[in-house]
């Protein structure tokens, strides 16, 4: 996965992502809290500046990973695992790999995705910065996603993702604490 560093929140941010992504942006509306990218493979990328949960440590990052898979009406969630992560001149950082069965725009036909996620928190300004990037594993032929990846299970080495997930989030930088408000 080759990377380039892109910035973020008007360059409040900075941090690499996989060549390809666009900024969803540029289509469609993105609440300001977030910014999001996509590829033609279906794998997403998506930042967000949330005010920090009361959960500490592993069980914020639990935390956020179950709001997520309430908010995309998740038929089955699951984690396999969750890490401690070092980032340069930064706080607490932790790293979650998972998956979820969910369906797009409310389509009756869940895919099943791998879901990674980093929480990087930032309790001098009583926030959590969330970075979630989501590939997909298995297709319904039935799934509008069906037009852009292949239908079925797909050869994704959970690993190998997770790994160039950790170098992608290792690049993050906060370049302006304002943003923080």
């Known amino acids: 996965m080759d990377l380039s560093v892109r910035e973020l929140y008007g360059g409040a941010v900075t941090m690499a992502l996989p060549a390809g992504m666009v900024d969803v942006s540029d289509f469609r509306e993105v609440p300001s809290h977030q910014e999001v990218f996509t590829d033609d493979h279906d794998c997403s990328v998506i930042v967000e500046v949330l005010e920090a949960v009361e959960e500490q440590k592993h069980d914020a990052l639990r935390y956020h990973f179950g709001q997520v898979a309430d908010l995309n009406d998740a038929e089955s969630a699951q984690q396999s695992r969750v890490e401690d992560m070092r980032l340069d001149a930064a706080g607490e950082a932790y790293v979650l790999v998972g998956q979820q069965d969910v369906a797009k725009f409310n389509e009756e036909a869940a895919n099943r995705v791998c ?12 926030a959590d910065v969330l970075v979630t990037m989501n590939c997909p594993l298995a297709i319904d032929p039935k799934s509008s996603s069906s037009r852009s990846v292949p239908a079925g299970e797909l050869q994704t080495n959970v690993d190998v993702l997770f790994a160039r997930f950790k170098e992608m989030v290792r690049t993050l930088r906060i370049v302006d604490t304002g943003l923080f408000g």
Do not use: E, T
Request: hydrophobic content about 60%; overall charge neutral.
């Open 115 to 126: 879901v990674l996620m980093a929480l990087l928190r930032v309790p001098d300004h009583g």
